[in-house]
């Protein structure tokens, strides 16, 4: 009998030489959730375990060419989309999404570092809304990026209200930037709210999170889980990961997304 082939996942992320975040953390969550990652990086940073302080980002055809040689030979699963670095890297990534519309898009909306330095400005925010939420099938942002993402909105639910009027199908808005005695994080589509899920708050800060979610539905997605069922899994595989963390450095921890490959 033929091996079963593994799941493939394109994933659009930046190269965080800490290996917290960005294209590190989606290959591990792609490959706890027994898929293989093809990694486009789209920028190069300078940063440490406490903040960003350099973002350089790679050449739009370059990272065209790289793309579209893997996806002329490969069979990709789902796209997930971290940080973006330039409009010339969204408008590269838009030509491809346009080209492949029937593979799944996670996007997770980098617009600042865990430490609050900028990552995008007005430009990259405006393009990302125009060029890349029309094809994206689950937004990940935290609540002060979905704020940004809907400066006019004037509640959390108004803000996913705005970007699924964008073209976005769905919405899974994260609450650990809230001052909430447990994390809510809250699924939205089909122009309502459609379920919520409350997650122990764990001590401390972590870096990579975000990524870690977003990876990990785009993993589950991959390998065939309808999107509700990708969501939770996703939420509770990050809990475990952060629940595990660890501090190889002087800020924040680094979620433990291999886990689960050392024995209790």
Partial sequence: MAPQAVPVVMTFSGLDPTGGAGVQADIEALASHGCHATPIITAL???DTRDVSKLFA?????LNEQARAVLEDVPVAAFKIGLLGSVAVVEAIHAILRDYPEIPVILDPILKSGAGTALADDALA?????LLLPQTTLLT???LEARALAPNA???AACAMAILESGCEFVLITGTHEHTPQVVNTLYGNHRKLQQFQWQRLDGEYHGSGCTLAASVAGLLAQGREPFTAVHEAQEYTWDSLRHGYRIGRGQSIPNRLFWAKGE
Avoid at 58 to 62: C, E, G, I, K, S
Avoid at 126 to 130: C, W
């Fill in 45 to 47: 940073t300078v940063q």
């Fill in 126 to 130: 405006d393009a990302m809304r125009s």
């Fill in 141 to 143: 942002p935290n609540s």
């Fill in 154 to 156: 004037d509640t959390l």
């Fill in 58 to 62: 790679v050449d739009a055809v370059l």
